[in-house]
């Protein structure tokens, strides 16, 4: 499953523009010179491997280059954590591609051009594994060129951009849009002290991102991604910096907007493996990232509850809770009927 990092980022990458600015600043420079950044289409992963596409991590484009029609691809993988073996994995990624290629052009033509790149960041420090595949293979590399077998082998390197190596400030002034300098910043602070501490510096980037024209649909989702990777600090820092962005008014407007959301995700989740079970793990996420403390028992007792009203109720609680028993209350009360009533407009809404 795909954690807050993953979706952040597929977020602020499904805009061709953002994903086109992004990849012209972190690719080479002679690559990204001969790309026509207008062409750039995001690609289904499922088109490489359901194994692939299980990871959820990778993201996909295709390009033209200028002056010709030869096709090409960017693999772009989001790593959160150090892969040793990264290399092979690409090598295999570049391997069912130009296999899915081929299947779907079987009167030939010129092989698609594949570059892969990684984009790190991670709470252990810089990027640390091989880039290229020869070097996984444990061989007397010099000895192999100077007795000219080297060539013969398969070789791979792909593009690192790790972020725990660039400085907020580089970050800042990429020539990108401020979405994507925002989602930079915040994924290159890893610990949730470190974000606590330093999100109230963002002030600058989250006006940016407020005086875009998708300004206000782009802060739900910074608001979201931050209240679910961080703790009640965060949302409390949150607010503090949206108050020096927008009036009070509207700060809350936002907020309440992104605790809609997540009630839309915990109905969207239901749908799949049961409206109780999706609402009831949506009471647990919203309690988790508000700092509310719970003990195994009353954990089981909401993921054991089936009755809707009552899962409806908590979670509209959860939303503003600082205190578990400011959402369960007495158990017993969801008889009455305007609970009744929710209850059937939530079913109704789940299947609409």
């Not at 950044?37 to 996909?60: G, P, Y």
């Not at 010709?68 to 959160?80: K, N, T, V, W």
């Not at 509850?305 to 908590?314: E, G, K, N, V």
Request: glycine share 8%.
């Amino acid at each position: 499953m795909s954690g807050p990092h993953d979706r952040f980022f597929r977020y602020v990458l499904e805009h061709p523009g953002r994903a086109a600015a992004l990849l012209h600043a972190l690719l080479p420079p002679g690559f990204a010179a001969r790309v026509d950044w207008s062409t750039l289409r995001s690609q289904s992963t499922a088109i490489v491997d359901t194994a692939i596409r299980e990871t959820r991590n990778d993201l996909l484009f295709s390009v033209q280059l200028r002056g010709g029609s030869r096709p090409a691809f960017i693999l772009l993988e989001h790593q959160s954590s150090v892969d040793g073996r990264m290399a092979a994995r690409m090598l295999e990624y570049v391997s069912r591609l130009l296999h899915h290629w081929e299947k779907r052009h079987p009167s030939g033509g010129p092989l698609p051009l594949i570059l892969p790149v990684v984009l790190y960041h991670g709470p252990r420090g810089p990027w640390t594994a091989l880039r290229r595949l020869e070097e996984l293979l444990e061989l007397p590399l010099k000895q192999a060129r100077r007795e000219g077998w080297l060539k013969h082998l398969v070789r791979l390197e792909y593009v690192l951009y790790d972020l725990m190596t660039r400085s907020e400030r580089e970050l800042k002034t990429l020539p990108c849009p401020p979405l994507v300098r925002l989602a930079l910043v915040l994924l290159r602070l890893t610990g949730t002290r470190e974000l606590n501490r330093r999100l109230m510096h963002q002030v600058d980037l989250f006006k940016e991102v407020y005086g875009s024209p998708e300004g206000r649909r782009e802060l739900e989702a910074v608001v979201y991604y931050l209240r679910e990777r961080g703790t009640k600090t965060t949302g409390e820092v949150t607010r503090q910096v949206l108050r020096c962005v927008m009036r009070e008014q509207r700060v809350e407007e936002l907020m309440w907007t992104e605790g809609q959301r997540l009630r839309a995700e915990g109905r969207r989740v239901g749908q799949v493996e049961g409206l109780a079970k999706g609402l009831a793990k949506g009471v647990l996420r919203i309690l988790a990232a508000r700092g509310v403390r719970m003990g195994d028992k009353s954990r089981r007792r909401i993921l054991r509850c089936t009755d809707l009203a009552t899962l409806d109720r908590w979670f509209e609680r959860a939303l503003h809770a600082d205190r578990l028993s400011e959402v369960l209350g007495a158990p017993g009360t969801s008889s009455h009927p305007s609970t009744r009533k929710r209850a059937a407009r939530v079913k109704k809404e789940a299947h609409s």
